[in-house]
């Protein structure tokens, strides 16, 4: 089976500019979720989606943004960037159902996408 | 809320000699407990994860991780030391009583010396 893979691999943006990244999980997952990975504040998460729906959400402005299309790829976004949004992107895909049931289900997690903003 | 605690950012040990990485969690509820390990630009790996039943799982590449409730600990652990295990090891813990989304703890970095 295939692992979970990223779209661009490395990125190189300018302040101001935005991003789209993208993510195709591990055929039969539907829940996908996306990670911020940084040296100072390591992971954070950024949010959930399952079955199209964003279940859940991190602390993060309004500036990220996500989708989940109906063969369950998800895609992020972040607008205006800022020299804080260097990082690696992290995405993760599970069998996991949802709120509600068992989150006994471990994450897959993609190679990332290394975003550096200048 | 959630929480997840690796008190040492750093652990050495000499190849061939035994692991411990430790681990405490907080949670409202029943926790299931990962733990990953990265390597340089990789993404995160699971290595074994404890649900329910015995205290004492066992993953990949020979680690095992001990489930402490009344410590509120999951230290992973392994035998004999391998130069090959250095890398990025993080916990995470996901509380059915909480939001669903895991949280991860800061990591420690594992260096085996030969």
């Known amino acids: 089976k295939a692992g979970v893979t990223q779209t661009p691999r490395y990125l190189i943006k300018t302040r101001g500019q935005q991003v789209t990244l993208s993510c195709s999980p591990i055929s039969g997952h539907r829940s996908v979720s996306w990670y911020q990975q940084t040296p100072g504040q390591g992971l954070q998460f950024l949010f959930e989606?399952?079955?199209?729906?964003?279940?859940n959400k991190g602390n993060f402005p309004g500036r990220f943004s996500g989708r989940q299309f109906s063969n369950s790829r998800s895609e992020m976004n972040v607008s205006t960037l800022e020299l804080g949004d260097s990082a690696l992107y992290l995405c993760?895909?599970?069998?996991?159902?949802?709120?509600?049931?068992?989150?006994?289900?471990?994450?897959?997690f993609g190679p990332g996408t290394r975003l550096t903003v200048t | 809320a959630q929480s997840v605690a690796q008190p040492e950012d750093q652990v050495n040990v000499a190849e061939g000699n035994p692991l411990t990485v430790k681990c405490t969690y907080s949670v409202s509820g029943n926790p299931y407990l990962f733990w990953y390990v990265q390597y340089p630009n990789r993404g995160l790996q699971f290595l074994l994860k404890y649900i329910t039943g015995d205290n004492l799982v066992k993953g990949s590449y020979g680690f095992e991780a001990e489930f402490n409730k009344s410590q509120t600990s999951f230290h992973l652990k392994k035998p004999s030391a391998l130069v090959s295990d250095s890398a990025l090891y993080f916990c995470a813990v996901r509380d059915d009583n909480y939001g669903q989304n895991f949280v991860f703890g800061p990591g420690t970095r594992l260096s085996v010396l030969p």
């Open positions: 989606y399952f079955s199209e729906t964003q279940r």
């Open positions: 993760a895909s599970s069998l996991h159902l949802g709120m509600g049931t068992s989150g006994g289900y471990e994450q897959y």
